[in-house]
């Protein structure tokens, strides 16, 4: 009978990985073609537009962002975490209800968030950008924020439905539909506002396509008539509160500490620097995006694994995924290092040299948080949302008080410097609470009580 549970354990094991390799695999491939599509999309907007106007696009498509997240509860968490038990419990019509509340909540904050940019966006022109004639630009781009009304719920129900390939697909022709554009504006001598009508045209094409997606993976996952599911068999209103509040929390924090060094790059500096340090952080995106991919398939399987207390496949499944991610990023690092010289030297007339050392230094904080990418989310299946909150809250307190007094002496090398420092800190306490829990409920499991 032993050998028979070990045999199941290590199966299960196995499979885990197996499926979040395969679903990886399906965003991987076409992330990889869309990291290279972004990645052609970003080098041709930096030549079309130069340092200052790519800084000032940063700033737009930035400030528009975190309008949006600083008011998302994060919905597409909340469904995997409890929609994601509910139908491991076979119990549909919860899941349902679950489902219905996050899209009415998200739907409700996306028209919130958008009047929330239409109010703010003379300030961020004034201070941010120094340029109060992108103002309405600032305002047209956060149309985007519309064109996405329902993707974090709609996301995490194909994720849940097992779509992992309609998410890869429309992943790709965002990327592909953006791309094309600014290749044509590029050999057009495009300008600033005609690069940011590419952006904003991919966000729609994403937004309405996962939404329209989705609504079959509902059929599937709950049956037809899904909308019937009455949010009164939801008993357990206030700990999804409590659960929604504090990722939004989550999210403040990381987009006060994280998330807005671009708008803290142009309010410290001009638009030349801030145009150095996003093209710095376009380098960085092609190393993250498979990591990413990641993040999205490992999330359901760490939930599973918590619900049913199989604690050794958890503790297998995270090794592994670690072990990918460290070859994935030291690998990338190396390449950088070789021949980051060589080839931005080539664009603009290496016009852009200065932003390899701000990406080499970002690196060594990114580089953490892509090997670790697990560490939040192993707290969010625990049903600990606050821990990660508290720890990034403390750590980002002391990163921001360091950088308002000393950033403006030392300058913006500095300050990329505090935000690895935040990075490899942060994610390292939680990474190490994380598992904690882990051995924690193992042996608890290896010793009940009574």
């Known amino acids: 009978m032993k050998r028979i549970k070990e045999f199941y354990l290590t199966s299960i094991k196995d499979q885990s990985f197996l499926n979040v390799i395969r679903n990886s695999g399906y965003l991987f491939s076409s992330n990889t073609i869309s990291s290279l599509l972004s990645s052609l999309q970003g080098i041709l907007a930096a030549i079309i537009l130069g340092p200052a106007n790519y800084g000032f696009l940063g700033l737009i498509v930035t400030f528009a962002s975190n309008v949006n997240r600083l008011l998302s509860f994060r919905m597409g968490e909340l469904i995997i975490r409890f929609a994601g038990t509910f139908l491991q419990q076979g119990e549909k019509e919860k899941a349902g209800a679950i489902i219905k509340y996050s899209a009415i909540t998200e739907l409700l904050t996306s028209f919130i968030a958008y009047g929330l940019l239409v109010l703010t966006a003379p300030i961020a022109a004034r201070y941010i950008l120094k340029n109060e004639g992108l103002t309405r630009w600032i305002i047209i781009y956060g149309v985007a924020l519309l064109a996405n009304f329902l993707t974090e719920t709609s996301t995490a129900v194909l994720q849940l439905a097992d779509r992992y390939k309609t998410i890869a697909v429309f992943n790709f022709l965002q990327n592909i539909v953006t791309a094309a554009w600014i290749a044509v504006l590029f050999f057009t001598s495009g300008n600033l506002i005609q690069v940011l009508t590419a952006y904003l045209v991919g966000k729609f094409i994403y937004g309405f396509g996962i939404f329209f997606s989705s609504l079959g993976g509902l059929n599937s996952l709950i049956g037809i008539g899904w909308w019937r599911s009455s949010m009164k068999l939801i008993e357990n209103k206030k700990e999804l509160v409590k659960f929604a509040i504090s990722t939004n929390l989550s999210g403040?924090?990381?987009?006060?500490?994280?998330?807005?060094?671009?708008?803290?790059?142009?309010?410290?500096?001009?638009?030349?620097?801030?145009?150095?340090?996003?093209?710095?952080?376009?380098?960085?995106?092609?190393?993250?995006?498979?990591?990413?991919?990641?993040?999205?398939?490992?999330?359901?399987?760490?939930?599973?694994?918590?619900?049913?207390?199989?604690?050794?496949?958890?503790?297998?499944?995270?090794?592994?995924?670690?072990?990918?991610?460290?070859?994935?990023?030291?690998?990338?690092?190396?390449?950088?290092?070789?021949?980051?010289?060589?080839?931005?030297?080539?664009?603009?007339?290496?016009?852009?040299?200065?932003?390899?050392?701000?990406?080499?230094?970002?690196?060594?904080?990114?580089?953490?948080?892509?090997?670790?990418?697990?560490?939040?989310?192993?707290?969010?299946?625990?049903?600990?949302?606050?821990?990660?909150?508290?720890?990034?809250?403390?750590?980002?307190?002391?990163?921001?008080?360091?950088?308002?007094?000393?950033?403006?002496?030392?300058?913006?090398?500095?300050?990329?410097?505090?935000?690895?420092?935040?990075?490899?800190?942060?994610?390292?306490?939680?990474?190490?609470?994380?598992?904690?829990?882990?051995?924690?409920?193992?042996?608890?499991?290896?010793?009940?009580?009574?």
Do not use: C
Request: charged residues 10%; glycine residues 8%.
């Open 252 to 450: 403040t924090v990381n987009l006060l500490i994280r998330d807005s060094e671009v708008l803290w790059m142009g309010y410290f500096w001009n638009a030349e620097i801030v145009g150095y340090y996003k093209f710095g952080l376009a380098i960085i995106n092609p190393i993250m995006m498979p990591i990413n991919t990641l993040i999205t398939t490992t999330y359901p399987e760490i939930n599973k694994f918590i619900a049913l207390q199989l604690w050794n496949p958890l503790k297998s499944l995270l090794r592994k995924v670690t072990l990918f991610a460290l070859v994935w990023t030291s690998g990338s690092a190396l390449g950088l290092v070789l021949f980051g010289p060589w080839l931005l030297s080539f664009i603009k007339d290496g016009k852009y040299l200065p932003s390899l050392t701000i990406t080499l230094i970002l690196l060594v904080g990114y580089g953490t948080a892509n090997i670790l990418f697990w560490n939040r989310n192993l707290l969010l299946a625990f049903n600990r949302p606050n821990a990660p909150l508290l720890i990034m809250a403390a750590v980002g307190l002391m990163k921001t008080i360091i950088m308002l007094i000393f950033v403006p002496q030392f300058g913006y090398l500095f300050q990329a410097g505090l935000l690895s420092a935040y990075f490899v800190i942060s994610v390292g306490l939680i990474s190490l609470l994380g598992w904690f829990h882990i051995r924690n409920s193992d042996i608890m499991d290896d010793n009940p009580v009574g």
